[in-house]
Structure formats: structure tokens, C-alpha cells
């Protein structure tokens, strides 16, 4: 296994506790994608938000509610609410 230097460690240890964090930016800044977008670069927007979402711990079934009815709008709620659980 690599040694990783005091710094790398550190920068891995940070990664790992704010990987909610992080997850949630990302689904934010998809919502505006999904907004924008429509076609091919939709549905892999959609693929995105979905592996995010599952990573904040969304049952799969409400994730695919929110990809069946296809809006943003549903998502951005989402997000909404995580932000004020967290």
C-alpha cells in the first residue's frame, strides 16, 4: 500500500468528512444544469443528481420518483430540505 505524506493524509481526511457536504453542493449545482439542459446532457445530469442524492442517503425509490416526474423543481425541495436537516 502507498505511503501517503502528512499533507495527503490530511487532504484525504478532510475529503472524507465533508463528503455530505461536498455531495450536496454538487446535486445544488445540478438542479441549474437540469434547468438548462435538455436531451442526452439531461438524462446524464439526472444520472449525477441520482448517484449524489444516494450518497445523502435518498431511498433509491424517491430517487426514482424524482427522475420519473422529470423536474428540477422536485430536486431543488430536496435540497432544501437535506440543507435545513443538516
Known sequence: MAEYTKFQQKAIKNFYDNREDIALQRVQEL????Y????????K???SVALHLSKLGVKPDVIAHLRKQDK??????????????S
Open 36 to 43: 438548462l439542459t435538455e436531451g442526452k446532457k439531461r438524462a
Open 45 to 47: 445530469h439526472w444520472d
Open 72 to 85: 428540477p423543481e422536485l430536486v431543488a425541495t430536496l435540497v432544501k430540505k437535506l440543507i435545513e436537516k
Open 31 to 34: 438542479v441549474t444544469e437540469l
